[in-house]
């Protein structure tokens, strides 16, 4: 396998390939170390390479002669097995680093109650993890890209300039961000315009949460998609760029920690078999505060990204991509 450690970025194969190796390179760095079941750390990034990996496969698909194996179906199954794991960890690092200090001692025995249970779960997942390594699915997928890599294939279009169609590849998934539901939660169309609502108290907040909290959780999945794509061009753009990179970056966080508060009550009351409240009041009331503030901090966002000049602006500087001589390296 070619590795150009500075490589220019002129073609869309150019971007294509850079893209594709490096993320490769990166589940391929932490592979052995999540099959042994190190570090908690190596399963987050070899999750995050392969999330990448699927991004530019599926964000260069019209460029990409790829082997069969080398799927946004297949790269999506080992990703999925990957997070389940690692949606474990994110749960056991919350509860015994973020809460268990502040419960009361009643409290605390319940929730090692439910740590024990955490740990069995996990052994569990982490058998199904090391399967999928194994599993014919893993292999050939791996030994597609790298005889891709060795010699890539590219449909036509690949050889145009890049920025020639930077545009087309990124405002699809702009326009699929804006156009979510999500945009809506807790507002009123009122002739034609949108009118978000004023400062909810904690329990109006609680309330638009229960209703539309999965709708709120797939325009995150969406903010996530956006800015792994736009993540791979930050070089052709300028500062505009970045500012929408970092709101893009910033939503997805925001809704993911309430995401991952309502995620972790659910798991809670399911192995506790009963409400939190009851078991572990002070943890319930915690959580409840968490979404709360991050629901504060998503509503200035929330409103920023329904006035229709913040929308416009952001179409416009996708449409105007500057030369670069090489790809942004990882964060």
């Known amino acids: 396998m070619q590795v150009n450690t500075n490589p220019a970025i002129n073609t869309l194969a150019d971007g294509a390939y850079v893209a594709i190796e490096k993320h490769f390179k990166k589940v391929l760095k932490w592979e052995s170390s999540v099959k042994k079941d190190e570090d908690p750390e190596a399963l987050h990034q070899m999750r995050v390479g392969m999330r990448r990996l699927r991004t530019a496969v599926t964000g260069f698909a019209l460029a990409l002669d790829l082997p069969k194996s080398v799927s946004d179906k297949n790269i999506g199954k080992i990703a999925r097995a990957l997070g389940k794991l690692r949606d474990l960890d994110v749960l056991k690092d919350a509860l015994k680093t973020r809460y268990q200090s502040h419960l009361p001692s009643k409290e605390q025995k319940s929730l090692n109650n439910a740590l024990d249970i955490l740990d069995k779960q996990r052994k569990d997942v982490c058998v199904d993890v090391q399967d999928t390594l194994k599993h014919e699915r893993y292999k050939s997928l791996k030994q597609g890209v790298k005889e891709w890599l060795e010699e890539p294939k590219y449909h036509d279009i690949a050889h145009l300039k890049i920025q020639q169609l930077l545009p087309d590849l990124l405002l699809p998934e702009v326009s699929r961000f804006l156009l979510h539901p999500g945009w809506l939660v807790a507002t009123e169309i009122q002739e034609v315009q949108v009118v978000t609502s004023g400062e909810l108290t904690p329990a109006q907040v609680e309330e638009n949460l229960a209703n539309q909290g999965k709708i709120l959780h ?70 409840a505060n968490n979404r709360y503030q991050a629901w504060q901090q998503w509503q200035p966002l929330q409103q920023r990204y329904l006035n229709p000049e913040v929308r416009q602006r952001l179409h416009l500087t996708i449409l105007y991509p500057q030369e670069s001589n090489t790809v942004a390296s990882d964060s």
């Open 218 to 287: 797939e325009l995150r999945k969406e903010a996530k998609r956006l800015r792994y794509q736009m993540e791979l061009f930050p070089d052709f753009y300028g500062e505009s760029y970045a500012t929408y990179l970092s709101d893009v970056k910033t939503i997805q966080e925001l809704l993911g920690e309430i995401q991952d508060s309502v995620v972790l009550q659910q798991w809670l009351t399911d192995v506790l078999k009963s409400e939190i409240a009851t078991q572990l009041p002070t943890l319930a009331a915690e959580l």
